[in-house]
């Protein structure tokens, strides 16, 4: 499993952007799809996009498309989350997760971050 720690996060005005970055230590993580899901308060964790292990192929939730973009530089170790046109409703604590398979599913998904929280005012 890898170490990963999410950061980025913070207030921003509807409309605004923000860009989340996850940091991620241990020499599998070329091998790992990482994804970033969002838990806002009282309701269940929900997915919001996924990246391959190489980076050529992205998924994204319906509620984000058009407004984000999931990126991933190998050499670095990161990922990122670039969230423009950002709505009230994207409010929410981010996390940052990865997984050996191919998957949407928080379950699948074995190594996680702490998060960061995501704030968006009307």
């Known amino acids: 499993q890898v170490q990963l720690v999410e950061s980025g996060g913070g207030l921003v005005q509807a409309g605004g952007s923000l860009r989340l970055s996850c940091a991620a230590s241990g020499r599998t993580f070329r091998k790992y799809a990482m994804g970033w899901f969002r838990q806002a308060p009282g309701k269940e964790r929900e997915f919001v996009a996924t990246?391959?292990?190489?980076?050529?192929?992205?998924y994204l939730a319906d509620s984000v498309k058009g407004r984000f973009t999931i990126s991933r530089d190998n050499a670095k170790n990161t990922v990122y989350l670039q969230m423009n046109n950002l709505k009230p409703e994207d409010t929410a604590v981010y996390y940052c997760a990865g997984t050996t398979g191919w998957s949407t599913s928080p379950a699948s998904f074995n190594s996680w971050g702490q998060g960061t929280q995501v704030t968006v005012s009307s």
């Open positions: 990246i391959s292990w190489g980076g050529g192929t992205t």
